[in-house]
């Protein structure tokens, strides 16, 4: 099982990035895949989730709704993290998680079964 980050890197505030979380090793259409993110000295927090069972998408982080959009591929097997009108504040290593869906209406994000290794996003004022 693999799920692999990129699209990380440096930007300026007001910018965008778009992270992909390339998955393998599973059936893409019977998990769950999400977003955390990390910044130094910080928890670990949960952004978006979506579940590949139905579409249906989460948002969890206050302070990207409206900025982020959370999307899949499912001829892919990717999930995306479109992020826009990035601040500073949102600089933080971002991680996408896999958890296979039991119940339809569970929560998207509980038990995580995989974790990517994260990728760098940096924005700088």
């Not at 007001?14 to 769950?32: E, M, P, Q």
């Not at 979506?50 to 499912?74: H, L, W």
Request: aromatic content about 12%; charged content about 20%; proline content about 2%.
């Amino acid at each position: 099982v693999q799920l692999v980050e990129s699209g990380g890197g440096l930007v300026q505030a007001g910018g965008s990035l778009r992270l992909s979380c390339a998955t393998s090793g599973f059936t893409f259409g019977d998990y769950a895949i999400g977003w955390y993110r990390q910044a130094p000295g910080q928890e670990r927090e949960a952004i978006s989730c979506i579940k590949n069972t139905d579409g249906r998408t989460y948002y969890y982080a206050s302070a990207v709704k409206g900025r982020f959009t959370i999307s899949s591929d499912r001829a892919k097997n990717t999930v995306y993290l479109q992020m826009d009108n990035l601040e500073p504040e949102d600089t933080a290593v971002y991680y996408c998680a896999g958890r296979k869906i039991h119940y339809s209406n569970g929560p998207c994000l509980s038990g995580i079964d995989y974790w990517g290794q994260g990728t760098q996003v940096t924005v700088s004022s």
